[in-house]
C-alpha cells in the first residue's frame, strides 16, 4: 500500500473514531441546570464590519480548556459566519462573554439574525482532546450599525 492510500485510511479512521466518540450536542432544556449559555438580544455591526456578539454564561467542572464559541447568520438557515471565541472560566458563577470577528464582506447586515452561542470544553480523553459540551443556545437577535 502506497504512503498516500495509507494516509487516507488512518484519516478516514481516525474520523470514524473521533465521531463515535464525540457526545452529541445537547438542547438547552437537557443541559445540567448549573450549565448555561445566553445571547444577548442585541448583535453590533461596526463601520469596519466587525460583528460583536455577547451574553453569558455558567459552567462548573472544566478539566480541560472551555470556551464561549458564537455564529450568526441572515439569510439562511445552513449558512452562519463564526464571531470569534472566548476562554471560560468554570467555576459556577454567572460572567459575561463577548466575542468579535470580521465575517466576509456583505455576509450580515443590520436587521435581524439568529445567533448560536455554545460553551464547549476540550476534554482530554486518550490523549485527544475531544469536544464535550457543556450548553448551546440558539436566539433570534438584531444587529444594530455602530
Known sequence: MSVRPAFIAAAAAGAV????????????????????????????????????????????????????????????????????????????VERVWENAGKPAPGALEPGQARVEATLMELSPQGGLPLPRFHAVEQQDITLTAG
Do not use: H, K
Open 17 to 92: 473514531l473521533f465521531l463515535l466518540a464525540a457526545p452529541a450536542l445537547p438542547a438547552s432544556a437537557d443541559a445540567d441546570a448549573d450549565e448555561t449559555v445566553t445571547v444577548d438580544p442585541v448583535g453590533r455591526i461596526a463601520g469596519d464590519g466587525t460583528v460583536t456578539l455577547s451574553g453569558t454564561y455558567r459552567c462548573t467542572g472544566g478539566t480541560g480548556p472551555v470556551f464561549v464559541s458564537s455564529s450568526v447568520g441572515q439569510r439562511s438557515p445552513s449558512v452562519r459566519q463564526g464571531i470569534g471565541g472566548t476562554r471560560a472560566v468554570c467555576d459556577g
